[in-house]
T-cell receptor, first 115, second 113 residues
Framework: AQSVTQLGSHVSVSEGALVLLRCNYSSSVPPYLFWYVQYPNQGLQLLLKYTTGATLVKGINGFEAEFKKSETSFHLTKPSAHMSDAAEYFCAVSAPGGGADGLTFGKGTHLIIQP | KAGVTQTPRYLIKTRGQQVTLSCSPISGHRSVSWYQQTPGQGLQFLFEYFSETQRNKGNFPGRFSGRQFSNSRSEMNVSTLELGDSALYLC????????????FGEGSWLTVV
């Protein structure tokens, strides 16, 4: 079974500051890893994903994440926060090539941007 | 290219009733999966359909069911509604399924009273 832990249900940063959202996973095999963003009253939008290859993954809106197998982590970062980044962020994991459990999501981190 | 479309967006049902939610995937996508989102449990996988066959199923009671049609459109049904079924139900589509890039719809908000 897979699981995802997102540290911090709420993260607050100042506009222009570094954004760091933490995600740790548990999986018996090297998984596929995803970050999704959800704006109020909307569905989920894929920010980036890691499947194989380069461990530093760049996504949309200036976000990137690094897969660290030794730390079982896939933290999301953005060098400079913008007010429009305020949203709920979800880390997710799946077995390579899919699996019986679909995507397993973390509980989410609400990102607050202070002006 | 049109995204994943879910209908209805909002609905209110009474305990004991049943509800059917509809999902039209992105054109060309053959995999449709459904997720339930609640404040307490977060996002949970319900099931996945691929080419009209249920390929995977999450840990939900038999009251939750789904189907997929030959045009890849999908419906999910919840019978004998309970208050705890109040949630945002999200449909997602992809070409190959989990592991592939999955695109989500905006969801159907179900309130059970």
């Amino acid at each position: 079974a897979q699981s995802v832990t997102q540290l911090g249900s709420h993260v607050s940063v100042s506009e222009g500051a570094l954004v760091l959202l933490r995600c740790n996973y548990s999986s018996s095999v090297p998984p596929y890893l995803f970050w999704y963003v959800q704006y109020p009253n909307q569905g989920l939008q894929l920010l980036l994903k890691y499947t194989t290859g380069a461990t530093l993954v760049k996504g949309i809106n200036g976000f990137e994440a690094e897969f660290k197998k030794s730390e079982t982590s896939f933290h999301l970062t953005k060098p400079s926060a913008h007010m429009s980044d305020a949203a709920e962020y979800f880390c997710a994991v799946s077995a390579p090539g899919g699996g019986a459990d679909g995507l397993t999501f973390g509980k989410g981190t609400h990102l607050i941007i202070q002006p | 290219k049109a995204g994943v479309t879910q209908t209805p967006r909002y609905l209110i049902k009474t305990r004991g009733q049943q509800v059917t939610l509809s999902c039209s995937p992105i054109s060309g996508h053959r995999s449709v999966s459904w997720y339930q989102q609640t404040p307490g449990q977060g996002l949970q996988f319900l099931f996945e359909y691929f080419s009209e066959t249920q390929r995977n199923k999450g840990n939900f009671p038999g009251r939750f069911s789904g189907r997929q049609f030959s045009n890849s459109r999908s419906e999910m049904n919840v019978s004998t509604l309970e208050l705890g079924d109040s949630a945002l139900y999200l449909c997602a589509s992809s070409f190959k399924g989990t592991g592939d890039t999955i695109y989500f719809g905006e969801g159907s908000w179900l309130t059970v009273v």
